[in-house]
């Protein structure tokens, strides 16, 4: 199984909901990854767990939290979110160390309004 | 700082002419190089990568060559075919306490028939 699954494909928010995106791997990937991308862009990393714990926050509002409850899951909790974030949510996972490839989620495309 | 540059950002070519992408990294201890293929709407899937303990690898029509000490890497595409239009992305992997990919602005590719 090389599928990274997420959930759920679109998603469309007021500014004042509160919203889970979720991402499911099984490949025994133990470094996890969520991306933003907007149209025409390159993916923009946003978070990186590593054995399930949070080594990377790039910079990224409060209004997006991360979880990781296990090594097959991971989440990405959206509150207050403006219409600028609206854009596609790609999750990714790889082998921790860096080397390896990563592979990406279908992505959720979340529109705010 | 963290960086990718990717060149050319458009590119058209001739069914079966050859397609060049040029992508320079800043960072000399990045040691991965993936190419991304991302088609409308999809996820980026991996279409070739590069270690940096090799300078060139292919498969089939797609080759890449990566120099170290100008710290450039190269997609190449021979015999392009319709199919192959899509945005191309190449990334690096780089360490910040874990590993994370960074990519490049990416190439629109498009085969005319």
């Known amino acids: 199984d090389t599928e990274v699954t997420q959930t759920p494909k679109h998603l469309v928010m007021g500014m004042t909901n509160k919203k889970s995106l979720k991402c499911e791997q099984h490949?025994?990937?133990?470094?996890m990854y969520w991306y933003k991308q907007k149209a025409k862009k390159p993916p923009e990393l946003m978070f990186v767990y590593s054995y399930e714990k949070l080594s990377i926050n790039e910079s990224v509002p409060s209004r997006f939290s991360p979880e990781c409850p296990n090594s097959s899951l991971l989440n990405l909790h959206l509150h207050a979110l403006q219409p600028e974030d609206s854009a596609l949510y790609l999750c990714?996972?790889?082998?921790?160390?860096?080397?390896?490839?990563?592979?990406f989620g279908q992505g959720t495309r979340l529109t705010v309004v | 700082g963290e960086n990718v540059e990717q060149h050319p950002s458009t590119l058209s070519v001739q069914e079966g002419d050859s397609a060049v992408i040029k992508c320079t990294y800043s960072d000399s201890a990045s040691n991965y190089f993936p190419w991304y293929k991302q088609e409308l709407g999809k996820r980026p899937q991996l279409i070739i990568d590069?270690?940096?303990?090799?300078g060139e690898k292919k498969d089939q029509r797609i080759a890449v060559t990566l120099n170290k000490t100008a710290k450039h890497f190269s997609l190449h595409i021979t015999e392009t075919q319709p199919e192959d239009s899509a945005v191309y992305f190449c990334?690096?992997?780089?360490?910040?306490?874990?590993?994370?990919?960074?990519f490049g602005t990416g190439t629109r590719l498009k085969v005319l028939a």
């Open positions: 490949m025994g990937h133990r470094a």
């Open positions: 590069i270690r940096s303990n090799v």
């Open positions: 990714a996972s790889s082998q921790a160390g860096g080397n390896t490839e990563a592979f």
């Open positions: 990334a690096a992997s780089i360490l910040s306490g874990t590993y994370k990919y960074i």
